[in-house]
């Protein structure tokens, strides 16, 4: 079942419902603290961990297929390894449609296959709170518009573990759209002054192929639904209507059906993210568009000397 994240763990400070449900967040606190690490072996190959501690919409997956992008310019033999989950399929399938995916329920027989095929470096989409993978590189992402939230664990808030995890890290990525980021940089550098601050935004690569004269319909099921609307507005698309749905969702013919009549009632075009497009093979796409985005990383130079030397 998906499920729409509560519009509370996005406030600013913790609610009544934050509170009451305080006690359970405090199980997962518990559970976090008594993960151990596993006996590493000896590993080939470099591994690159593109995670979060913020629940979907912080731009994982586009920063992975970046930096891959990144290192193959370089001449890296690069892969892809996620963790089988049945309601990611879209995830799976922007990742295959960019390079090659090792994909299982346990991370380390992916990472077994990899070796097996002489592959230089490894990217995790996802993967931060696995204990048993010692990454070289770990990059933890956010998106500037939530940021952390009203600060709490699930289910109280939209955190998976505490934001003083990241004084055990090196690297932070807010993914953004000219947000201004000064308060949440010195957030960061107060829990760890040494980490490094990378900024990333995304930008359209097919914007040319809209009529900006015309009328448009939105909907998506991702992370951070607002940050994509919010993209659109700045690229001066008419929006009449939007449909939110849950992170990952399995859109029905109906749900479909009940976008496709709106359209034809206000004569709006119809356009959605690649992910949410690649959701609709089982239901056809005929008269939907969808949006195609890279990441821009700013500083780029700075990760690129980061993960090569």
Known sequence: MNLKKPKFWDYKKPNIFAYLLFPFAYVLKILNLLKKETNKKQINLKTICIGNIYVGGTGKTSLAIKLKKILEK?????????????????EQKLLEKNGKLFIKK??????????????????????????????????????????????????????????????LQNNVVLNGYDEDLTDIKKQI????SNIKIYETKYIHLNNDNFDKNKKYIVFSGIGNHKTFLNML??????????????????YTKTDINKIFNYSKEMNAKIITTEKDFLRLNNIGTDNIEFIKSDLEILGKEEIIKTLIN
């Open 74 to 90: 370089r001449n890296f033999k690069v892969c892809f390894i996620k963790k089988f989950y049945k309601d990611q399929i879209d």
């Open 106 to 167: 346990n991370r380390i027989h992916a990472l077994e296959d990899a070796i097996k095929e002489k592959y230089d470096v490894a990217i995790f989409d996802d993967g931060l709170q696995d204990r048993s993978i010692s990454y070289d590189f770990s990059f933890v992402c956010f998106n500037s518009l939530n940021w952390i939230g009203n600060g709490l664990l699930i289910p109280a808030g939209p955190l998976r573990e505490s934001i003083n995890v990241l004084k």
């Open 189 to 192: 550098k107060k829990i760890n």
């Open 233 to 250: 507005k700045k690229q001066k698309f008419d929006i009449l209507k939007d449909f939110e749905f849950p992170d990952h969702y399995n």
